[in-house]
């Protein structure tokens, strides 16, 4: 069976930090995009980060320098470093792996960001 599951999400509180995990079965992540998205409640599901077969990153503008996208292809697995956390990080987040015409999407994994 071909899936992926994220994990790692949780409620912390401003400043501190979270590692999301985007752990592949039944494929191998070598080769795939990987696509970090975000859903806040009442809002679309936006792209956060992301990191490309060549292993080239990109992050939208309000996580820079806070978030780094981490792949690694001997757990097969791909990590989101999330620190210096706000409360608008909120939201479930979900990895998508991506090549061509095929695309594979986790569950989600909620964080929460409060004092």
């Known amino acids: 069976q071909l899936q992926l599951v994220e994990s790692g999400g949780g409620l912390v509180q401003p400043g501190e930090s979270l590692r999301l995990s985007c752990e592949a079965s039944?494929?191998?992540?070598?080769?795939?995009?990987i696509i970090w998205h975000r859903q806040a409640p009442g809002s679309p599901r936006d792209w956060v980060a992301s990191?490309?077969?060549?292993?080239?990153?990109k992050y939208v503008d309000s996580v820079k320098g806070r978030f780094t996208i981490i792949r690694d292809n001997a757990k097969n697995a791909v990590y989101l470093q999330m620190n210096s956390l706000k409360p608008e990080d909120s939201g479930v987040y979900y990895c998508?792996?991506?090549?061509?015409?095929?695309?594979?999407w986790g569950q989600g994994t909620q964080v929460t960001v409060s004092s």
């Open positions: 998508e792996a991506t090549r061509l015409r095929t695309s594979y």
């Open positions: 039944g494929f191998s992540l070598n080769g795939y995009g």
């Open positions: 990191i490309g077969g060549t292993n080239l990153q």
